[in-house]
């Protein structure tokens, strides 16, 4: 069927999982207070049945039919009609009796018994409309915070383009060879980023690759003043990440730890503990001047936007300038 996905499934699961408790337990509750005796059981569910059961149909139908159909369309007046009906019939077995004929000590009871289960009925479509609003509410919250992901991913893709751009461009006016090298590179880059990255999820093995090319085509831009090295440790190939979710410090580094002039270094880490994934990154601080700032920042910024949507309350982050001017970022993730 369409529409009906996984979730919506499971949600029918427990609900009628919590539904059937609540019309089970008098039974339970009558059994061990009867020491098993299965004649007032089996009168005491009939009777849970009776009265409960309208209730509970009416919640169902308004939950899976009515709200849905009616009332987020705004056809308000369709949604009173057909919930009266429901509930009319719904206890019709309660309305039919002919309450004359029964006794008066009971004729009281019995009427106490119907409005009551009028009201309960009232209180099914209550207590399924507030359900499904904190559900549309929770499914519209989630939904904002996919697109502002897919937003803030697409935002990473150009700026990556554009540096390593940049870099294959300075390349061409020195060696040709090592810029069809470079190009290919950038080829595989390319793959994995317009078709990898689709996803919200990937192995970590396949981000470690692309970062490991990625600093490997960002080096060819750097002169003998400049150190670079880069260590992945990781456990568990197959443990899912964000994709490119730490792209842009490594851009970051490159572009503020070279130096043309005194020596620089560039140190990047990740390292696997478990569930918990560690990010290091350390360059020498050199400021790029004002007129050399386009773009700055922007990527950190992103970045610490995915993980405050991804990873909330599960990340640490640690962004300072030691005494010696290294520029040092780390991330620590609870996956």
């Not at 029964?102 to 119907?114: K, Q, W």
């Not at 700026?159 to 940049?166: C, D, E, R, V, Y």
């Not at 970062?211 to 080096?219: Q, S, V």
């Not at 831009?221 to 568990?236: G, K, L, W, Y």
């Amino acid at each position: 069927m369409n529409g009906i996905r996984g979730k919506d499934i499971w949600t029918l699961v427990a609900q009628v999982m919590i539904l059937s408790l609540i019309m089970l337990s008098p039974g339970f509750i009558s059994y061990i207070s009867s020491n098993g005796d299965f004649g007032i059981v089996k009168k005491s569910l009939w009777s849970s049945l009776y009265w409960l059961g309208p209730s509970v149909g009416v919640y169902l139908v308004n939950y899976y039919l009515f709200i849905p159909l009616f009332w987020f369309r705004h056809r308000y007046w369709q949604f009173g009609v057909i919930n009266v009906v429901l509930t009319f019939l719904g206890n019709l077995h309660l309305i039919s009796n002919n309450i004359s004929d029964l006794p008066d000590t009971e004729r009281a009871g019995y009427s106490s018994f119907m409005i009551s289960s009028l009201l309960l009925c009232l209180m099914a479509i209550g207590v399924a409309l507030s359900i499904r609003y904190m559900m549309r509410r929770q499914e519209r919250k989630q939904k904002e915070v996919e697109a502002e992901l897919a937003w803030l991913k697409n935002q990473i893709n150009p700026h990556f383009l554009f540096n390593t751009l940049n870099n294959i461009s300075s390349l061409a006016q020195i060696d040709g060879d090592e810029t069809q090298e470079a190009i290919m590179q950038l080829s595989d880059l390319l793959r994995y980023a317009m078709y990898e990255t689709n996803k919200s999820k990937v192995h970590i093995d396949g981000e470690v690759e692309f970062m490991h090319n990625y600093i490997e085509l960002m080096k060819l831009r750097c002169n003998e003043m400049t150190t670079v090295s880069a260590q992945f440790s990781i456990h568990d190939p197959h443990t899912e990440v964000p994709p490119l979710l730490f792209i842009s410090l490594i851009e970051n580094a490159f572009k503020h730890g070279m130096n043309s002039n005194e020596p620089a270094t560039i140190d990047i880490r990740l390292t696997q503990d478990g569930d918990h994934l560690v990010f290091n990154c350390d360059n020498t601080n050199n400021p790029k001047p004002t007129k050399d700032r386009s773009g700055s920042g922007i990527g950190l910024e992103n970045t610490r936007r995915r993980l405050d949507l991804l990873y909330p309350g599960r990340y640490i982050w640690e962004q300072t300038i030691t005494e010696e001017n290294i520029y040092h970022v780390k991330i620590a993730i609870q996956l």
